[in-house]
């Protein structure tokens, strides 16, 4: 099929006037974008700012506001937690993995509790207090929350610290901390040309020297010293998702609609280098307050990890080996448990009075829950899992009644306008870049002018994926970025 609008880049000659010169011209003004503008600003660069929508925003603006941070945090320490960036870095490498970025990986670690203070500096607020029960986001403004550190098999793996570190919103804090980084840039000179959407670069020769963007149906050229993409992913883009990571064609998307992979393939036309573009991102739609204290089994009634890790590894778990056939099984007081305002509005789908009858109803084997439960509840009641390792703090045995929740029927979080099919998805692979930012090219070299950061990379991550690794790894290496940009 062909393109209605060309992505195949531009060769300056054929540009007969450019509209805007520029030292630095990011694309896309999500929190990567900021963070490479600000750091692009402060190297002493003109930096101008493209972005599609009439403010910047993005995803980002979007998401829960967590951030993977650590290292000895003040957030941490003043919540009674030791860390350490060895430790950090040997959780993201086993649950980021296989094949996490592992130069990303132990850079980001070892500078962490710096961009931890890049962060306050530019006003992102953290509350020093912990939130201590498995969620997606905490219904209260707790700063720090635990994401799945403290889980089988990552407690052999490394000391447990909780990293979660979330800016302080009540809800979702992707709105605060894009306020803040839009605020930090309306105080330098970086021009933002909004409503401007880039559709190709421009080249001479090698090198990347500008960009065109198209604003109310005018072409308008940007020539530049360096160009950072900071587009987001592809999730919005049903030919990309078919052809790159068709598990998760037909789920729903966490985005802010614009993630339609254009800085990713402008790039791919002057030969970048892409990686894990398969892996997606999989909140899977249930609350992991309610799966912790009870269990989740496939479409045979059979466990198959231990339910306190973090939920988007659950997600993974589900689409990729279970194809998301998968049902929640708790009782009255495992439901009960969980308050009504981190419910998000689950409700039981079958209930019953014994196991035989829950199964029966849902479908499953004749005595595959019987077991399943059986053998959990054996262990549980000596407070013990010797089949997933789920900590002892989430054993009991579970009691009629009992209850299923078929997880493929979606619930609606508050802020996020719902899941369907299962999952909420976002794609996680990207542009190769170096930890600088760097484009490379099919060859491995850098692609002269050209540098990407956020979502539109494949950043820390290969297939795994543990919240907070997006703002994190966005801002971090966008800050990098911005910097590598204003030195060309
Ligand atoms: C509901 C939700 C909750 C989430 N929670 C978390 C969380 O708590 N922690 C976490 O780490 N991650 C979370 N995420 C994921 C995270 O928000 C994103 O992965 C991250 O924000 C991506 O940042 P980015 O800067 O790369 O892209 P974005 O923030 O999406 O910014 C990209 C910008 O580029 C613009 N753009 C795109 N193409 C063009 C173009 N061709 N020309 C001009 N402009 C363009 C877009 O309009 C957008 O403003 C969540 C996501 C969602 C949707």
Redesign the pocket.
Known sequence: MRRATPVAPLDVREVEAFDTETDVLV????????AAALEATAAGRDVTI????SG?????????????LGGGTPVQAACGFEDSADDMEAYLLAALGPDADAEKVGLYARESLDHYRWLVEHGVPFKPSLWDSPTW?PPTDDGLMWLGENAWPYTEIARPAPRGH?VTSEG???KVL?AKLIDAVSHTPADVHTD????RLIVDGERVVGAV?RRYGTDHYYRAGAVVL????FADNSDMVAEHAPQLVGLGV???G???G??IL?AQAVRAAVRHMSAG?V?ISLVPGMMVRGMIVNHVGQRFLNEDVYPGLVGQAALYGQKLRVWVILDEKAYEEVPENERWGVQPHVVAETLAELEQQIGMPEGALETTVGEYNRHAANGEDPYFHKAARWLRPLEPPFAAIDVRRGMT?P???GADGGA?V?T?GGLRTTVDGHVLDLDGAPIPGLFA?????SGLHAWGYV????????TYF?RRAGVAAADQ
């Open positions: 694309v896309g003004y999500g929190c990567a974008g900021a493209l972005e599609r929508a910047g925003g993005g995803s980002s603006a979007l998401s829960g506001g967590e951030m993977y986001v979330r979702f804090g992707g894009m401007t959407y880039a559709t963007g900071t587009t987001g992913g966490n985005s802010d614009s993630d339609d254009r800085g402008m991102q909140g979080p802020e996020d306008g909420a976002f996680i950061a956020g979502r539109a990379t919240s907070g690794t997006s703002l994190g790894d966005g966008g």
